[in-house]
């Protein structure tokens, strides 16, 4: 029996879906996007929303817009995707990494504490396997520190204030943290469509947000538009009415706009999300945490008094580390495709070329060494759920 590890739930509704976009005689950034865009922010109880070509391009922008670079540190977990992290070294800024919790995988409240100073400009909070970080907990935290953040003259770390926090919620498009929908919780939220994440559009990402301060939400919106288009005044598509031909490059922006095919493949998946995607994968979750053994092995956290996951990944651990890779071995060997998350960033070249040690964040390395992320996803009928579970027990 062969068992992938993570392929797309996309069913004849999207690709029809895409075939009137392609008939329609507009493909790229259009009312598509424009339609996605404010279903995105609906359903995320957040004011704007911005769809883009990636996370790891919303990432970027935030810290553009904020104008965070050479000589500002960035907190983050190093126990995340290299995108994370990269986008900071992009911008000229220093990574830094804050150790997580043995528990949920998460970055721990009193690892980014130690770390904070007056070069702070940023927390990059990563969402692991869906279940959201304590962002009551963090913006408390960035809030007492206040006193300590210097801003630079960027009207909008003045009207902030503090310590910018910016949620890597590639993992948690749909999860709860306090009730409250992921996307909401922090000052912006990043968001990857990516094909493995739990909604996707192949390739894609959107950043929520809200107003703050004096800076309203539309101006926001309007400045991420122009950063994630050239800088250019007109969309293509005001661009194309007759004689509405001219237009100005106002800043040296990037090219990170989603297009409508995207879109198209975005919104029918959103459709079917609460109650297509996210029901199929719970039933793969609960499956295994009703069917494995916690003698041999520790269960995630899929939802606690605060938190409620959305499934995107299972991350079992073993007991015993020696096991780990032997173990992976044999299910590789029954045609099961398991995955771990993640490599920690310290552990790679780049990172380690940099002087990051991995010695110096031990729950990370605890938790790496343990890892074992199940197939989850909506191809996973009981048999072949019971298929998985033997193999990983015998
Ligand atoms: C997938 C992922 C990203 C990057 O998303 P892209 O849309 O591929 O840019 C960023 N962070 C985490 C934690 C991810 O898993």
Same mark, same amino acid.
Request: aromatic fraction near 10%.
């Given at each position: 029996?062969? =068992?992938?590890?993570? +392929?797309?739930?996309?069913?004849?509704?999207?690709?029809?879906?895409?075939?009137?976009?392609?008939?329609?005689?507009?493909?790229?950034?259009?009312?598509?996007?424009?339609?996605?865009?404010?279903?995105?922010?609906?359903?995320?109880?957040?004011?704007?929303?911005?769809?883009?070509?990636?996370?790891?391009?919303?990432?970027?922008?935030? *810290?553009?817009?904020?104008?965070?670079?050479?000589? /500002?540190?960035?907190?983050?977990? +190093?126990?995340?995707?290299?995108?994370?992290?990269?986008?900071?070294?992009?911008?000229?800024?220093?990574?830094?990494?804050?150790?997580?919790?043995?528990? /949920?995988?998460? !970055?721990?409240?009193?690892? !980014?504490?130690?770390?904070?100073?007056?070069?702070?400009?940023?927390?990059?909070?990563?969402?692991?396997?869906?279940? +959201?970080?304590?962002?009551?907990? !963090?913006?408390?935290?960035?809030?007492?520190?206040?006193?300590?953040?210097?801003?630079?003259?960027?009207?909008?770390?003045?009207?902030?204030?503090?310590?910018?926090?910016?949620?890597?919620?590639?993992? @948690?498009?749909?999860?709860?943290?306090?009730?409250?929908?992921?996307?909401?919780?922090?000052?912006?939220?990043?968001?990857?469509?990516?094909?493995?994440?739990?909604?996707?559009?192949?390739?894609?990402?959107?950043?929520?947000?809200?107003?703050?301060?004096?800076?309203?939400?539309?101006?926001?919106?309007?400045?991420?538009?122009?950063? @994630?288009?050239?800088?250019?005044?007109?969309?293509?598509?005001?661009?194309?009415?007759?004689?509405?031909?001219?237009?100005? =490059?106002?800043?040296?922006?990037?090219?990170?706009?989603?297009? /409508?095919?995207?879109?198209? =493949?975005?919104?029918?998946?959103?459709?079917?999300?609460?109650? %297509?995607?996210?029901?199929?994968?719970?039933?793969?979750?609960?499956?295994?945490?009703?069917?494995?053994?916690?003698?041999?092995?520790?269960?995630? !956290?899929?939802?606690?008094?605060?938190?409620?996951?959305?499934?995107?990944?299972? +991350?079992?651990?073993?007991?015993?580390?020696?096991?780990?890779?032997?173990?992976?071995?044999? *299910?590789?060997?029954?045609?099961?495709?398991?995955?771990?998350?993640?490599?920690?960033?310290?552990?790679?070249?780049?990172?380690?070329?940099?002087?990051?040690?991995? %010695?110096?964040?031990?729950?990370?390395?605890?938790?790496?060494?343990?890892? =074992?992320?199940?197939?989850?996803?909506?191809? *996973?009928?009981?048999?072949?759920?019971?298929?998985?579970?033997?193999?990983?027990?015998?």
């Amino acid at each position: 029996m062969k =068992i992938p590890f993570s +392929p797309p739930d996309i069913t004849e509704r999207e690709i029809q879906a895409v075939v009137e976009v392609l008939r329609s005689g507009w493909i790229t950034t259009g009312p598509k996007t424009a339609l996605f865009e404010e279903k995105i922010a609906s359903y995320c109880q957040t004011e704007k929303a911005i769809c883009l070509n990636s996370a790891t391009a919303g990432l970027e922008l935030v *810290l553009r817009l904020f104008e965070i670079g050479e000589g /500002d540190e960035v907190i983050t977990t +190093p126990y995340t995707f290299a995108a994370t992290a990269n986008v900071i070294l992009h911008c000229g800024a220093k990574p830094i990494f804050a150790d997580i919790n043995q528990n /949920d995988f998460n !970055i721990s409240l009193s690892e !980014i504490e130690k770390k904070i100073n007056p070069k702070t400009k940023a927390i990059i909070p990563v969402d692991f396997a869906g279940l +959201p970080c304590d962002y009551d907990g !963090i913006l408390t935290l960035v809030k007492e520190k206040q006193s300590l953040f210097v801003p630079k003259k960027n009207t909008l770390q003045e009207n902030l204030g503090r310590i910018l926090v910016l949620a890597d919620a590639a993992h @948690s498009f749909g999860s709860l943290y306090k009730k409250r929908k992921s996307g909401s919780l922090a000052d912006f939220t990043v968001f990857s469509f990516h094909a493995v994440k739990n909604l996707t559009t192949a390739e894609g990402g959107a950043i929520t947000f809200s107003s703050f301060g004096d800076v309203s939400a539309d101006s926001l919106y309007k400045k991420l538009k122009l950063l @994630s288009l050239h800088g250019q005044s007109k969309t293509a598509i005001e661009k194309i009415k007759p004689g509405n031909w001219h237009y100005t =490059i106002d800043l040296a922006g990037y090219k990170y706009n989603m297009t /409508d095919i995207a879109a198209a =493949i975005g919104l029918v998946q959103l459709e079917r999300f609460d109650p %297509e995607i996210t029901p199929k994968r719970k039933k793969v979750a609960d499956f295994y945490s009703q069917n494995i053994s916690e003698k041999d092995f520790i269960l995630p !956290i899929l939802n606690d008094q605060t938190r409620q996951t959305n499934y995107h990944l299972y +991350p079992l651990r073993v007991r015993i580390a020696e096991k780990r890779d032997s173990l992976i071995q044999k *299910l590789a060997e029954a045609e099961i495709a398991a995955n771990v998350h993640f490599i920690p960033l310290p552990m790679h070249p780049l990172y380690k070329n940099l002087g990051y040690r991995i %010695e110096d964040y031990p729950n990370t390395l605890f938790c790496f060494e343990r890892e =074992i992320s199940l197939p989850i996803h909506s191809f *996973l009928e009981e048999e072949k759920l019971a298929y998985i579970v033997e193999k990983l027990q015998t």
